[in-house]
Structures are given as structure tokens and as C-alpha cells.
């Protein structure tokens, strides 16, 4: 069985310049959560979405950071304008239900704003 | 603001020994609780959840949980140089996503 797919797995941008990534969840999970991780920090979260539906976007900023989950499968995370400060891995996980907290994560796209 | 404390280390155990990491959190409401792994440059992999107080057993790795005191632990029996990395507690109240401390690094010395 596929794991959680996430692209690029690394982007280095200039400030002030969009960038997005993309998930894929495992199939049939129907929870898909974006992440953030700082160094030496545990997992943040950004956003999540049962099905299509983002349920939980408290924490996402939401005046640069946008997440669209279509069809309930794949999803996007971007920032426009990238800053600095969001230099970070930024992990996608999925869920078979919200209920839930055994997550499984992607391998990460690693971001570094100069 | 749910919290979740972890002392991030680095705990340094030689081969062979039993490690012990520990983590406590502040939400009283909070039922089911997780031991995810983190290599370094990997993404965290789960390892361990646990729901009830008491001790759960799974190969070298073993929960406990004391909702009373608030307090989750990981023990890693028979430790190897394989099992150094970051081990994240996570913590998750009915409804709501889970918490993640910041994470212990293990270092398992031959």
C-alpha cells in the first residue's frame, strides 16, 4: 500500500515569492492534515480536512497561507508572499477518520525562504 | 492552550540498557496518547498509542499511562544504535487533533 506522497520534497525560494506543495493520502483516509514543523520543535498544526471540508484551519495563517483539499483526496498548501520565518518542513499526514491520532505522515517539503 | 512537555534531551543510554522517556500534559480531558519516531531528516512514524491508565507492551517498547498524574512515558528495552532518534508524545482530547510535544532525543551508544 502507498504511503503518503508529498511534493517537492525540498524548495528554496526568495522572500516575497508563492510557493505551494502538494498530497496525496493514503487511500481511503478521508482526514488529511498539513503540518508544520520547525527545527527542534514538534509538529504544528496548519489545517485539517475531513473529506473535502477543512474542519480545523484555526492555526492557519490565514492573510499569506491557503489550503484546498479537491474531491476529498489531494490537497495544496501555499504561501503567497513566503517570509523568513516560514523556513520549516511542512508535513502532510492522513487519517482514516478524525477520531483518530494514529496519523501517517509523508516524508516532508522541506522550505527555505533566503 | 493544551501542552505537552517533554525534556528534549539529548537522553544518551548505552547499547543493551532500558531507556526511558517521559512526557506530561496539561489537559485533563485528554484520552489517547501516542509515541510517534523521528529520524532525522525523516517524517515521524507511529510507534506506540495507548488509551487506558496502565502499561502497554509491544516487542522492546513499552506505554504507561497515569491520567491522574498526567503523565505518559515510552520505555525502550534492550536499546540499540537503531532506536537513536527523536521520539515525539502526542496527545489527543475526543474531538480534537492531536498535540505533539517537542520531542526527546534518544542517543544509543555502542
Known amino acids: 500500500e502507498a504511503g503518503v506522497v508529498q511534493s517537492p520534497r525540498y524548495k528554496i525560494i526568495e522572500k516575497k515569492q508563492p510557493v505551494a506543495f502538494w498530497c496525496n493520502p493514503i487511500?481511503?483516509?478521508?482526514?488529511l492534515y498539513w503540518y508544520r514543523q520547525n527545527l527542534g520543535q514538534g509538529p504544528e498544526l496548519l489545517i485539517r480536512?475531513?473529506?473535502?471540508?477543512?474542519?480545523?484551519d484555526s492555526q492557519l495563517p490565514k492573510d499569506r497561507f491557503s489550503a484546498e483539499r479537491l474531491k476529498g483526496v489531494d490537497s495544496t498548501l501555499k504561501i503567497q508572499p513566503a517570509e523568513l520565518g516560514d523556513s520549516a518542513v511542512y508535513l502532510c499526514?492522513?487519517?482514516?477518520?478524525?477520531?483518530?491520532?494514529?496519523?501517517?505522515f509523508g516524508e516532508g517539503s522541506r522550505l527555505t525562504v533566503l | 492552550q493544551k501542552e505537552v512537555e517533554q525534556n528534549s534531551g539529548p537522553l544518551s543510554v548505552p547499547e543493551g540498557a532500558i531507556a526511558s522517556l517521559n512526557c506530561t500534559y496539561s489537559?485533563?480531558?485528554?484520552?489517547?496518547f501516542f509515541w510517534y519516531r523521528q529520524y532525522s531528516g525523516k517524517s515521524p512514524e507511529l510507534i506506540m498509542s495507548?488509551?487506558?491508565?496502565g502499561d502497554k507492551e509491544d516487542g522492546r517498547f513499552t506505554a504507561q499511562l497515569n491520567k491522574a498524574s498526567q503523565y505518559v512515558s515510552l520505555l525502550i528495552r534492550d536499546s540499540q544504535p537503531s532506536d537513536s532518534a527523536t521520539y515525539l508524545c502526542?496527545?489527543?482530547?475526543?474531538?480534537?487533533?492531536?498535540?505533539f510535544g517537542r520531542g526527546t532525543s534518544l542517543i544509543v551508544h555502542p
Open positions: 499526514a492522513s487519517s482514516f477518520t478524525g477520531d483518530t491520532g494514529e496519523l501517517f
Open positions: 487511500s481511503g483516509h478521508n482526514t
Open positions: 480536512y475531513e473529506n473535502e471540508e477543512a474542519v480545523d
Open positions: 489537559d485533563r480531558g485528554s484520552q489517547s
Open positions: 495507548i488509551y487506558s491508565n
Open positions: 502526542a496527545v489527543k482530547e475526543r474531538s480534537y487533533i492531536p498535540t
